[in-house]
T-cell receptor, first 114, second 109 residues
């Protein structure tokens, strides 16, 4: 099984450009998440979706939007990229709400905004 | 004060050493606890859950101390392949997960 698949793996944007990060999971998990990780820091939650059809803000939602397209797919959109959004983005899924089984992460998207 | 705090290290140990990491949390309503391993430029991967009674998986032992609000990870007989960053994760019963910033371990020959 592929687990959690993210695309693209790398991206360079100019300030003000927009883009969508794609995430899909094949584990039939209800909950999906978008995190960002900055150097030397822990993961910070951007948005999450506890189930198909629902989305909620996390700790750092400003500048982002999300869409839970179906049970498998959860996308993250940057409408007008800013240098402060340079980061590594991880999508994750979880089978029973927030745990206690833990998360499965995708391999990440390394985004640079210049 | 951060909700979840870890000693960032780095911990530099020789092969075969025993090393322990602690992670303290501030929310007494925290319900579930995990250790993740993250290799350089890779995604975090679940290492083990932490149970109230403590649990062991091979060379790895996790402990929970609710009274003092910390969890620990003990690695025995360290291998070169154990070199990584170890993240603790604390979940509340409201479903909120908080990650620590990680502790970096380097195991040297």
């Amino acid at each position: 099984n592929a687990g959690v698949t993210q695309t693209p793996k790398f991206q360079v944007l100019k300030t003000g450009q927009s883009m969508t990060l794609q995430c899909a999971q094949d584990m039939n998990h209800n909950s999906m998440y978008w995190y960002r990780q900055d150097p030397g820091m822990g993961l910070r939650l951007i948005y999450y979706s506890a189930s198909e059809g629902t989305t909620d803000k996390g700790e750092v939602p400003n500048g982002y939007n999300v869409s839970r397209l179906n049970k498998r797919e959860f996308s993250l959109r940057l409408e007008s990229a800013a240098p402060s959004q340079t980061s590594v983005y991880f999508c994750a899924s979880s089978g029973v709400g927030w745990g206690p089984i833990g998360y499965t992460f995708g391999s990440g998207t390394r985004l640079t905004v210049v | 004060r951060k909700e979840v705090e870890q000693d960032p290290g780095p911990f530099n140990v020789p092969e075969g050493a025993t090393v322990a990491f602690n992670c303290t949390y501030s929310n007494s309503a925290s319900q579930s606890f995990f250790w993740y391993r993250q290799d350089c430029r890779k995604e975090p991967k679940l290492l083990m859950s932490v149970y109230s009674s403590g649990n062991e998986d091979g060379r790895f032992t996790a402990q929970l101390n609710r009274a003092s609000q910390y969890i620990s990870l003990l690695i025995r007989d360290s291998k070169l392949s154990d070199s990584a960053t170890y993240l603790c994760v604390v979940n509340t019963n409201a479903g909120k997960s908080t990650f620590g910033d990680g502790t970096t371990l380097t195991v040297k020959p």
